[in-house]
Each structure stands twice: as C-alpha cells, then as structure tokens.
C-alpha cells in the first residue's frame, strides 16, 4: 500500500481524566473539542468543527474572489448543519456592498467550487446564500 502526501491531518488525544475533552493537533495548532452533555464543554463539539472548517474554506474564497476587483471588505459567513433528512449545510455569505450581476453570479460559483465544499457534497446538501447590501442574491 502506497501512502499518498495527505491534504490535512490532525491527531486527537483523550486522557484518561479528561471526560470527552479531546486534544486536537493540527499542525502547529491545538483545540480542545469537547462534547460535555450540559453544553459547558472546555472547547467546540466536533460538529462546531465542521460547520467552522466550511465557514472559514468560504470566507477565504470569497476574500479571493473578490479581491480581484480591490479590497472586498468585511465578509461574514455563518454556516449551520441542520439534521434533515437530508443533512444539510446553509451557508450565509454577508457582504456590506452590492456586486454586480455577474460578480455576484461568479462568487456563487466559486463557492461551489471549494475544496471542502466538494468533499461534503456525496454525502450532504450544501445550500447557500449571498446577501450583498442588505439584500439576497436571486
């Protein structure tokens, strides 16, 4: 068996002591996940993860979509996993300007187009949203 240069890795470790507190190594980085049953967990739950890990791949690739035309600005994007059926994730994207049509057409498109976006689709819905000034994008 041939192992391939992996595109991300993290390793988690579970203390004896430390209930479902998980330390997670990605990189140079720790997180504590955490999946306390009262809500008061020492760090997001495992699915927080996930819905974070999409919200930040789409932020980037709007940054990078728009920064084309100049400095985009502020972006927000909320993700959330809605338990279905089906699964899905609804993505958010709000950006305090207006774009044009076409701008607005290929932003959707990249988004669609993201690396993580790509490796959820099998198994999820991805469904999303741009609103640009207040309004959404139709």
């Not at 035309?69 to 994207?93: N, Q």
């Not at 049509?101 to 741009?130: K, N």
């Amino acid at each position: 068996m041939t192992m391939q240069m992996p595109l991300a890795s993290a390793d988690a470790r579970l203390a004896a002591t430390a209930g479902r507190a998980v330390e997670v190594q990605l990189g140079a980085h720790e997180v504590v996940s955490d999946h306390a049953d009262d809500g008061q967990g020492k760090g997001p739950t495992p699915l927080e993860l996930l819905t974070a890990s999409l919200a930040a791949c789409s932020a980037m690739t709007v940054r990078t979509q728009l920064e084309r035309d100049g400095d985009p600005g502020d972006i927000e994007v909320v993700v959330t996993l809605d338990a279905g059926p089906p699964t899905l994730f609804y993505r958010r994207v709000v950006l305090g300007f207006r774009l044009e049509p076409d701008e607005a057409h290929q932003l959707a498109d990249a988004l669609e187009r993201t690396e993580l976006t790509m490796m959820l689709r099998p198994a999820f819905s991805v469904r999303t949203q741009i609103e640009h000034a207040g309004d959404p994008l139709v």
